[in-house]
């Protein structure tokens, strides 16, 4: 009998958002390297990622879109 490994639903969590971070900060860098000012690097990779970027919450940015549209 072969015994499964089992993770917590947090660690799931924790491990993709870590992996996430990491594709988000590679993106930043290669922007970088083409002349693109850091600063909106990481706004241009935040809103692809549909993540706010530190200091944006609160200053009139769009509303995220509902999960699921009304089937009315």
Known sequence: MVK????SLDDLIAA???ARDKVM????????????PKA????MVAARFQQKV????????????????DMS
């Not at 499964?4 to 993770?7: K, P, S």
């Not at 530190?54 to 549209?69: I, K, N």
């Open 4 to 7: 499964q490994a089992t993770i």
């Open 54 to 69: 530190g200091g944006e919450e609160g200053e009139g940015g769009e509303a995220e879109p509902a999960a699921w549209p």
């Open 25 to 36: 900060a590679d993106e930043v860098r290669s922007l970088v390297k083409f002349g693109i």
């Open 16 to 18: 993709v958002e870590t």
């Open 40 to 43: 909106m690097a990481q706004q």
